[in-house]
């Protein structure tokens, strides 16, 4: 079965930096896009950023510049780095397989002061 556990989240000061992990298991990572979505609280779902098996990344409008995309396919593992954060980058972030949100993780909340 598709398991998808994020972690790296907590508080941060902003204008300071962070890097979520995401740790697959039960499908072919290193043939799969992967993506990072977010919900800030009491809005809506939003698309992070996300990677293709190879490397190619998209990144949100919001988040440009900002944060990167990485993935280790040998350790299924994807990777996000939050730099420069903004109070409006609190949220509950989670890992996707694939471009959609169906097979996704628990999440991890990241929380940024002013």
């Known amino acids: 079965a598709v398991r998808l556990v994020e972690s790296g989240g907590g508080l941060v000061q902003a204008g300071g930096s962070l890097r979520l992990s995401c740790a697959a298991s039960g499908f072919t990572f290193g043939a799969t896009y992967m993506t990072w979505f977010r919900q800030p609280p009491g809005k809506g779902l939003e698309k992070v950023a996300n990677i293709s098996p190879s490397g190619n990344t998209f990144y949100g409008e919001d988040v440009k510049g900002r944060f990167s995309v990485s993935r280790d396919n040998s350790k299924s593992i994807m990777y996000l780095n939050l730099n420069n954060v903004k109070t409006e980058d609190t949220a509950m972030y989670y890992c996707?397989?694939?471009?959609?949100?169906?097979?996704r993780g628990p999440g991890t909340q990241v929380t940024v002061t002013p």
């Open positions: 996707a397989k694939g471009t959609g949100f169906t097979d």
